[in-house]
């Protein structure tokens, strides 16, 4: 089996929720750290990899993928054979695919958000953000109220594609202290085997 290389920034959530998978499926993965602040997303070596400029980028043999939600569902169909963490069976894949629309919407708008300025300074509207993210929260905190995992009675890529992001939500000034269940969701991911932390900011992780 060819090595698989992961590049990638260790402040990344999209970039995390990628090396949860590879951890979690036994996958050994050569991780290559780029210097997003000195612009090396941008080079002309990177942007053969993704001409979007942007990590997670994985290389699998001949397999070039970008895009981190892309990148667990291939990880997911290739390695794991018993598809539990992406489900064939229609219904349940939709739900996946419903939650990883979440990831990429309301997640990355709010608490990704969020983070993003606090942490790397971007100039977005940080209220904006954090409203979007607590409206999210509402939602999720009821969700998993009824259930331990986002989608049926397993952990799917759709927990890991909204993990890191939610678990930092404090370094964007959003708190978790209201939302119970979404706490106790995270801590059902951190006790997953084969769980690895992101890699925290100067940010303080309030709760």
């Known amino acids: 089996m060819s090595t698989i290389k992961l590049y990638r920034h260790p402040l990344s959530g999209h970039c995390h929720r990628v090396e949860l998978l590879l951890s ?24 053969k990899k993704n001409a979007f400029g942007q990590v997670p980028v994985l290389e699998d043999g001949n397999v070039t993928l970008a895009d981190s939600n892309a990148i ?28 990883l629309s979440v990831a990429a919407g309301p997640v990355a708008n709010g608490p990704a958000t ?20 607590n409206n999210l929260f ?15 009675d397993v952990p799917t890529i759709a927990d ?3 993990y890191a992001y939610i678990a930092h939500a404090p370094e964007g000034d959003v708190s978790l202290k209201d939302y119970p269940n979404i706490k106790l969701w995270l801590k059902r991911i951190e006790h997953y085997p084969g769980f690895v ?3 925290a900011s100067k940010v303080g992780l309030a709760a």
Not at 29 to 45: F, P, S, T, W, Y
Not at 114 to 129: C, E, M, P, T, V
């Open 24 to 47: 979690i499926l036994g996958l050994d993965a050569e991780l290559i750290d780029v210097d997003l602040m000195q612009g090396a997303q941008k080079q002309v070596e990177f942007l």
């Open 72 to 99: 667990l569902v291939y990880l997911a169909s290739q390695y794991d054979q018993e598809h539990s963490w992406l489900p064939i069976e229609p219904a349940k894949a939709a739900e996946v695919q419903r939650f």
């Open 114 to 133: 969020a983070r993003l300025i606090n942490l790397f300074g971007a100039q977005l509207d940080h209220l904006k953000a954090i409203e979007t993210a």
């Open 138 to 152: 509402d939602v999720l905190d009821a969700h998993l109220a009824k259930q331990d995992w986002l989608v049926g």
């Open 160 to 162: 890991l594609a909204n």
């Open 197 to 199: 932390p992101m890699q």
